[in-house]
């Protein structure tokens, strides 16, 4: 005993400075996606081909004022300084100008992404309320035709055109049988009525207390997020469905059933219990994949968020928005990777 | 059986029993009967399965129409006809009606298959490619170059694809190639991931050994000896991905930034049709109801396909 705890002393400062290099790694790594996901704008930005002055100063602008923006904008240096200008500009969260809105695009994001966000995270969340659920059931119940239906269901969320399904369900919830709130987060008698808080109108409404604005925010939103969440319903289930099969086929489990143990304890204590951190991982990639994904949904929902801010900016080559968009979108999307790699690593002991 | 040679050489008079029977046969003769004979059993256990034979059905049925196309649609695709817009489904002479510029929408969807497996063949000629040259070089090669190369493929992964695919196709301009060249730039890291984890196994692999000994080099092993075994993964891999391969171009269509007006191309129908959506739905819906039919065909095939090639990922 005394030498084992003698040993784990020894062992009690590498450790640390092993955490500390494993955190330096991931560090690193993170820098150079970003930093690679940053000269993949660039160079987007550089091949477009819109001339940023002519964009600026219009195309009636004299051949003096033309070189003078030329020189004031930086674009007479070489590439490479202009990368690093890029990268400071961007690390201080200046996106530039956006042409459309002539606003600086950090704030235009700013003002945008809580919509994305509060859709997106209403969607994987109801992604999640019936996809886990479905993809237990199905692993239980294999062959049978509860799995033959999670089946169909998730192949057809596959298969299905968001956009479509949207401009469907807006025809037929919206337009024919009115049960629901049509494009736009509240109908336009309550647009501006709460003040914006965080952003997320269902949040804002619930904090000021004005009940019909919730309501009838929550009319708006349920068929967008509905869709989002079918998709990540779709994703969930299937792989709920192979972590839990993968488990149910274990000798433990097989244990547990020969002491007598209730089937409701076998199945969700002991298999669910040892697939909750894969879970987490799908979950959190449905998510990113969600805050991506929504671009489409919200063209057709007229949803004000980071997706149709992108897509209305480069409609109208507005480089600086596209870009600007691209990276936090990117950003969002690699934090929320890593987010998921680390809690693999702290939930399971054999990853570490 | 016994005499494998008269077996082979019987085989071109014989009848279609005995050809089945040199195809089953445990004990092939060349080694153009047992990959012959690979693939038959393959076959069959692909037919065997109803819903893999279903894609397999349509994906075939849209080759044969996409071929057939001026033969098949019954109205010119570009034809103008405002006599006739707007016409509801099943009128006379317009089975699936007509759109807002009274062409006729049956003969649109036709052509627009042609449009869709243009872009699907691109797609899958370029992705997997590169990410079969990545991924091996990177795990053959190993070091720094699988450094680098890994490190270029987590940065295009770590990528929201449909927004790298919008801002490639804002720089390079709205256009079907442009559309393809993005969605393949966006597709291929998968691939070369997998190459690369396939490579590292093959690697140390004591035929690979034998092959070296021989005195090979690193791109006659590469070619001849890794590409061959990484196929298979990648062509299932391939087949998955197709479905959304589809959905994306159709998503880049429906924003105007695929193929451009007056393409039949499948999204941008559904574009055009948004407008008339609550008095004249069907202009939107059917080509939605076409795209959802082949990449759940894909889907269907490519599920039948994992089960056949790549029997560990199957997950039954």
């Known amino acids: 005993m005394t030498a084992q705890s003698d040993i784990d002393k020894g062992r009690q400062p590498s450790a640390l400075v092993e955490s500390l290099v494993r955190a330096a790694k991931i560090l690193g790594s993170i820098a150079v996606t970003m930093l690679g996901l940053l000269f993949v704008t660039f160079v987007i930005g550089r091949v477009m081909p819109i001339d940023p002055v002519i964009s600026v100063l219009g195309e009636r602008a004299s051949r003096e004022a033309y070189e003078a923006t030329r020189i004031a904008m930086g674009l007479d240096k070489p590439l490479i300084v202009q990368f690093f200008v890029y990268i400071g500009d961007v690390i201080q969260g200046d996106f530039g100008q956006s042409r459309l809105t002539a606003r600086p695009v950090a704030d235009d994001i700013a003002r945008v992404f809580p919509a994305t966000l509060e859709l997106a995270t209403l969607g994987t969340l109801l992604g999640v309320v019936v996809g886990v659920p479905l993809g237990v059931l199905a692993a239980v119940k294999r062959g049978t035709w509860i799995d033959q239906v999670a089946r169909v269901v998730a192949l057809i969320g596959y298969s299905m055109p968001i956009f479509w399904l949207g401009l469907v369900g807006l025809l037929v919830f919206y337009g024919i049988l009115g049960w629901v709130g049509g494009p736009g987060r509240v109908g336009i008698f309550y647009v501006d009525l709460v003040p914006s808080v965080t952003g997320m109108i269902l949040v804002d409404s619930a904090l000021d207390g004005q009940w019909d604005v919730f309501w009838n925010a929550v009319s708006h939103i349920i068929l967008p997020a509905s869709l989002l969440g079918y998709y990540s319903l779709a994703y969930i289930s299937r792989m709920t469905r192979s972590f839990m099969l993968e488990q149910l086929s274990a000798e433990y489990i097989t244990t547990a059933r020969v002491k007598g143990m209730s089937e409701w304890t076998v199945v969700w204590r002991h298999a669910f219990g040892n697939i909750k951190v894969p879970l987490i991982t799908v979950i959190a990639l449905s998510y990113a994949g969600l805050l991506e994904g929504s671009v489409l949904t919200e063209i057709i929902f007229a949803w004000p968020g980071i997706g149709s801010y992108i897509t209305t900016a480069l409609l109208s080559a507005d480089m600086n928005a596209v870009l600007g968009g691209t990276v936090v979108v990117g950003l969002v999307f690699v934090c929320l990777n890593i987010f998921s790699d680390l809690l693999y690593k702290f939930f399971d002991p054999r990853a570490r | ?316």
Request: overall charge positive; hydrophobic content about 50%; charged content about 15%.
């Open chain 2, 1 to 316: 059986m016994t005499n494998p040679a008269a077996s082979r050489n019987q085989m071109p008079e014989s009848d279609k029993p005995s050809l089945r029977r040199w195809l089953l046969t445990d004990t092939p003769a060349s080694r153009r009967q047992a990959r012959l004979a690979s693939l038959y059993q393959g076959w069959l256990t692909l037919k065997s399965n109803k819903l893999t034979m279903i894609g397999f059905g349509i994906l075939v049925t849209l080759v044969l129409v996409a071929i057939l196309a001026p033969w098949l649609a019954p109205h010119d695709p570009f034809a103008q006809d405002l006599g006739n817009r707007l016409k509801p489904l099943w009128t006379d002479g317009f089975l699936l009606g007509t759109d807002s510029l009274g062409r006729d929408i049956l003969s649109r969807l036709i052509y627009g298959s042609r449009i869709t497996l243009y872009i699907v063949i691109l797609v899958a000629l370029i992705a997997p490619v590169v990410g079969l040259f990545v991924g091996t070089v990177a795990g053959y090669v190993g070091g720094w170059a699988d450094m680098i190369l890994m490190r270029i493929t987590d940065i295009f992964l770590a990528f929201p694809r449909l927004v790298l695919a919008l801002a490639f196709v804002a720089a390079l301009g709205a256009g079907i190639e442009n559309a393809v060249l993005a969605i393949a730039l966006t597709a291929w890291p998968p691939y070369a991931r997998i190459a690369r984890a396939e490579t590292l196994t093959i690697r140390q692999s004591d035929y690979i050994h034998a092959v070296k000994l021989q005195g090979a080099g690193a791109l006659r092993i590469i070619t001849r000896h890794i590409w061959p075994l990484c196929i298979s993964s990648l062509i299932v891999r391939v087949t998955l991905d197709m479905a959304g391969i589809i959905l994306a171009a159709a998503g880049l269509g429906f924003l105007g930034l695929g193929a451009q007006p007056p393409s039949p191309e499948w999204g941008a129908m559904i574009s055009e049709g948004r407008k008339f959506i609550l008095d004249h739905w069907w202009i939107a819906t059917m080509p939605g109801l076409a795209i959802f039919t082949v990449s759940l065909a894909f889907n269907l095939l490519g599920d039948g396909l994992r089960d056949v090639l790549d029997p560990k990922d199957s997950g039954e």
